[in-house]
């Protein structure tokens, strides 16, 4: 699921900052960048964020945030005076003309960086404690969503029960509306053909028991039912649902190749339109 957390701890006269951001993928995918003295505990700050992520790319970036007022860089001046000794020599080797100006200096390499962070005795403490802020900021994000989520699919859920209701009233109405029909077109052939025959009932018998449902509507019943119920569950349902959609969608395309009915076939495709726009939804969640 989709997130983003940040947290800051004091870290001698700066602060170690620790950002975590997370968008959805099926599977999961851990990157972390750490600052060079803290490389070591990678595993850490992993072992930090694997309970509470089981899906998605997850990029957790760590690093060191030096003391306002300590200017964006820090001048190098040993550096710097070897440097300018150096250059002035080798001007004069080469009889080049002009000097050895200040911007010559600072270009080169090393003599303007950074503060430097400080020693690994504080910065070890302080990358745990910012690790452990940095994943309860980013849950909640995270916990925000999910309930957003959950009410949507509770939403599709009852659109997709109240397909299968609107199915199972117009059901017994199929057989009915086929009998009237093969009467009918019996009587345009033959005016004297008897409804009530054996093999007028044997035809009726047939058809009824082809484009019988109840066992797929029964079944989908319960699968609704144990989509609320993995709905209430919380954490770790993800996979569980996409499972389930996949019954749901089998079911569905069954009643519409067994259902011979209009009415039928275009709620099938409002109930199969609602399970791909949950299916999609479902991949996010953990």
């Known amino acids: 699921m989709t997130g983003f957390g940040k947290a ?33 505990l990678e595993n850490e700050v992993r072992e930090a964020i694997m309970p509470a992520a089981t899906r998605g790319r997850v990029q957790v970036a760590v690093y060191y945030m030096p003391p306002s007022g300590s200017g964006t860089g820090r001048i190098n001046i040993a550096l710097a005076e070897t440097y300018a000794k150096e250059l002035a020599a080798t001007v004069r080797k080469l009889n080049l003309s002009g000097g050895v100006t200040l911007a010559d200096v600072l270009r080169a390499p090393g003599v303007i960086g950074e ?3 400080p020693p690994r005795a504080v910065l070890v403490p302080a990358l745990r404690a910012v690790a452990r802020r940095a994943v ?10 999910g309930r957003h989520l959950e ?55 047939h058809f009824a028991d082809r484009c019988d449902i109840s066992e797929e509507i029964t079944r989908l019943r319960s699968h609704f039912g144990q989509f609320a119920s993995f709905l ?6 993800g996979r ?22 209009v009415a039928i076939a275009h709620e099938v495709v409002e109930l199969k339109s609602e399970i791909e726009k949950v299916r999609e939804q479902v991949q996010n969640i953990e």
């Open 240 to 261: 569980r649902l996409e499972f389930l959609l996949q019954e749901i969608h089998r079911e569905a395309n069954t009643i519409g190749s067994k259902a011979n009915d």
């Open 136 to 145: 309860t900021d980013w849950q909640r994000m995270r916990r925000a969503e």
């Open 115 to 117: 503060p430097p962070p």
């Open 8 to 40: 800051r701890v004091r870290a001698g006269q700066g602060w170690l900052v620790a950002e975590i951001s997370s968008v959805n993928r099926k599977q999961l995918e851990l990157v972390v960048s750490l600052p060079r003295e803290c490389g070591e």
């Open 151 to 205: 009410i949507d699919l509770r939403r599709r859920l009852a659109r997709m029960r109240a397909a299968v209701t609107r199915i199972t009233r117009r059901a017994p109405s199929v057989v009915a509306s086929y009998r009237r029909s093969l009467e009918k077109r019996m009587r345009e052939f033959v005016s004297a053909a008897d409804a009530t025959s054996e093999s007028f009932r044997r035809e009726i018998f």
């Open 232 to 237: 209430d569950g919380g954490k770790g349902n």
